[in-house]
T-cell receptor, first 111, second 115 residues
Framework: SQQGEEDPQALSIQEGENATMNCSYK?????LQWYRQNSGRGLVHLIL?????REKHSGRLRVTLDTSKKSSSLLITASRAADTASYFC???????????FGAGTRLFVKA | GAVVSQHPSWVICKSGTSVKIECRSL??????MFWYRQFPKQSLMLMAT?????????EQGVEKDKFLINHASLTLSTLTVTSAHPEDSSFYIC???????????FGDGTRLSIL
C-alpha cells in the first residue's frame, strides 16, 4: 500500500481544546510533512520535519518525529472552528523522490 | 509563497470524452510535478511523477495510455484523461516542487464528473 497510517480517522473537539493527530510510516525517511485540506480543495503545506529533527513548532502547531517508532504527531493548540479540515502526513522515503500520503485525520472543531 | 494553478477546477462531461487538466507553477520553476487522485473522504493516491522533458513515471496499476501526462516546460504539466468513463470520476490534484526534498506545492484540484 502506498499509504502510511494515521489515527484517529476522525476527531471532534470543542473550540479551545488541543487536537493531536498521529501518523505512522513504514520505512526510513528523509523528511515528513504535514498538510491540511479543506473540503474540496487542494492541500496546504503546514510544516516539514527532517529525519534528524525531533520536534518543530510553527505558531499553534507542534510536530514531533520519532524515527525509532516510525511515527509522528501533529498537535494543534487552542483549536479554532477554522481549523476544521482534513490533515495528512506525507513522507519522503530515503532514496526516493515521491511523497506518500497517510490516510488522513478529519478534524471537526465545534464553536 | 509558491503558487500552483490548476485548471479547470470543475469538469462535467459525457462518457467517451477526453479531458485535459493543466497544472502550472506560477512563480517558480518546477523540476518535478506529481499527479494525485483522491476519492471522497480518502487520501491522495499518487498516480504519476513527471519531470520536465522526460516521460512520466506511473505508479503500479495506473494505465499510462488512459492517463496521459505531458511535462513540456518547467512551469506546465498536463494530465489528459482519455476516453473518460464514469469510474474515472474523481478529484485530481497536482503538486509541483523545485527539488526532491523541497516542499510540494499543491493546486486546488480538479473535480471530474463523467456522466
Amino acid at each position: 500500500s502506498q499509504q502510511g497510517e494515521e489515527d484517529p480517522q476522525a476527531l471532534s473537539i470543542q473550540e479551545g481544546e488541543n487536537a493531536t493527530m498521529n501518523c505512522s510510516y513504514k520505512t526510513s525517511i528523509n523528511n515528513l510533512q504535514w498538510y491540511r485540506q479543506n473540503s474540496g480543495r487542494g492541500l496546504v503545506h503546514l510544516i516539514l520535519i527532517r529525519s534528524n529533527e525531533r520536534e518543530k513548532h510553527s505558531g499553534r502547531l507542534r510536530v514531533t518525529l520519532d524515527t525509532s517508532k516510525k511515527s509522528s504527531s501533529l498537535l494543534i493548540t487552542a483549536s479554532r472552528a477554522a481549523d476544521t479540515a482534513s490533515y495528512f502526513c506525507a513522507t519522503l522515503y530515503t532514496g526516493g523522490f515521491k511523497t506518500i500520503f497517510g490516510a488522513g485525520t478529519r478534524l471537526f472543531v465545534k464553536a | 509563497g509558491a503558487v500552483v494553478s490548476q485548471h479547470p477546477s470543475w469538469v462535467i462531461c459525457k462518457s467517451g470524452t477526453s479531458v485535459k487538466i493543466e497544472c502550472r507553477s506560477l512563480d517558480f520553476q518546477a523540476t518535478t510535478m506529481f499527479w494525485y487522485r483522491q476519492f471522497p473522504k480518502q487520501s491522495l493516491m499518487l498516480m504519476a511523477t513527471s519531470n520536465e522533458g522526460s516521460k512520466a513515471t506511473y505508479e503500479q496499476g495506473v494505465e499510462k495510455d488512459k492517463f496521459l501526462i505531458n511535462h513540456a516546460s518547467l512551469t506546465l504539466s498536463t494530465l489528459t484523461v482519455t476516453s473518460a468513463h464514469p469510474e474515472d470520476s474523481s478529484f485530481y490534484i497536482c503538486s509541483a516542487t523545485q527539488g526532491v526534498e523541497a516542499t510540494k506545492h499543491f493546486g486546488d484540484g480538479t473535480r471530474l464528473s463523467i456522466l
